[in-house]
C-alpha cells in the first residue's frame, strides 16, 4: 500500500477520545446537549441532526450528525468515548486526520463544560483510537498497520508523550489503533497544542 494511498484514506478517518463513565450515566440526558450545539452552532461545518440509538447495548448511543461527519457518544466494545467519524474533511483540508482529531477534541472539550457531563463523564485523554473508514483501501493487515503506525505516532506523541499503539487483528474489522499515554491531558490543554 502506497503512502499516497493511505493519506487519501484518512480523508475517512474516525477518531475516538476513551471516557470514564460513572454507573449512573444516562446517555439520553445528552440529547438536548447536541440539539444545543445545533441551535447554538457549537462546532464547525453544517450540523444537521441528532439520533438516539440507546437502545444498543455496546454501539452509538447518541448521534450528532453534520455534513462533514458526525460525532457519537459511544460504547462500543463497552469502552465509552465520544467518537468523531469523518465523511469528507473541507476541501483543501492538509491534514485530514490531524482535523479529524482535532474536531473529537473540540467536541470533548465543549461536552466537559456541559452540567449533564458533571460527575458521570470524564474524558482524560489518554486513550486514543484511530480508525480508517476503508476496509478496501485500508484492509486490517499488517500493511495497513506499518503504514498507519508512524502517522499515528507523529500526531499524538508531541501531544501525549511517548504512545503505546496496539491494534485489532481480526482481519475482518477496520483497520486502525489504540494509542495509550501514560498520564491524560485535558481536551483542551491537547487543542492548545494541535
Given at each position: 500500500m502506497s503512502a499516497a494511498a493511505l493519506a487519501l484514506d484518512l480523508a475517512r478517518a474516525e477518531v475516538k477520545v476513551h471516557a470514564e463513565a460513572s454507573?449512573?450515566?444516562?446517555?439520553?440526558?445528552f440529547i438536548p446537549v447536541f440539539h444545543r450545539w445545533i441551535q447554538e452552532s457549537r462546532l464547525a461545518g453544517v450540523l444537521v441532526d441528532v439520533a438516539e440509538y440507546t437502545h444498543?447495548?455496546?454501539?452509538?448511543?447518541?448521534?450528532?450528525?453534520?455534513?462533514e461527519g458526525q460525532w457519537a457518544l459511544d460504547?462500543?466494545?463497552?469502552k465509552p468515548g465520544l467518537l468523531y467519524s469523518q465523511r469528507r474533511p473541507p476541501a483543501g483540508t492538509a491534514d485530514p486526520l490531524k482535523r479529524a482529531l482535532k474536531?473529537?477534541?473540540?467536541?470533548?472539550?465543549?461536552?466537559?463544560?456541559?452540567?449533564e457531563a458533571k460527575g458521570v463523564l470524564a474524558f482524560p485523554a489518554s486513550r486514543i483510537e484511530i480508525c480508517v473508514n476503508d476496509r478496501m483501501a485500508a484492509?486490517?493487515?499488517?500493511?495497513?498497520?506499518a503504514?498507519?503506525?508512524?502517522?499515528?505516532?507523529?500526531?499524538?506523541?508531541?501531544?501525549?508523550?511517548?504512545?503505546?499503539?496496539?491494534?485489532?487483528?481480526?482481519?475482518?474489522?477496520?483497520?486502525g489503533v489504540t494509542?495509550?499515554?501514560?498520564a491524560g491531558k485535558t481536551a483542551a490543554t491537547l487543542l492548545a497544542s494541535l
Open positions: 454507573p449512573a450515566t444516562t446517555w439520553r440526558a444498543i447495548a455496546h454501539g452509538p448511543q447518541v448521534l450528532l450528525v453534520a455534513h460504547t462500543t466494545g463497552g474536531e473529537c477534541l473540540t467536541a470533548v472539550a465543549l461536552l466537559e463544560g456541559e452540567p484492509p486490517n493487515e499488517p500493511a495497513t498497520y503504514a498507519l503506525e508512524p502517522v499515528v505516532k507523529a500526531l499524538l506523541e508531541p501531544l501525549l508523550g511517548a504512545v503505546t499503539l496496539s491494534r485489532e487483528l481480526d482481519p475482518r474489522l477496520r483497520a494509542a495509550v499515554a501514560a
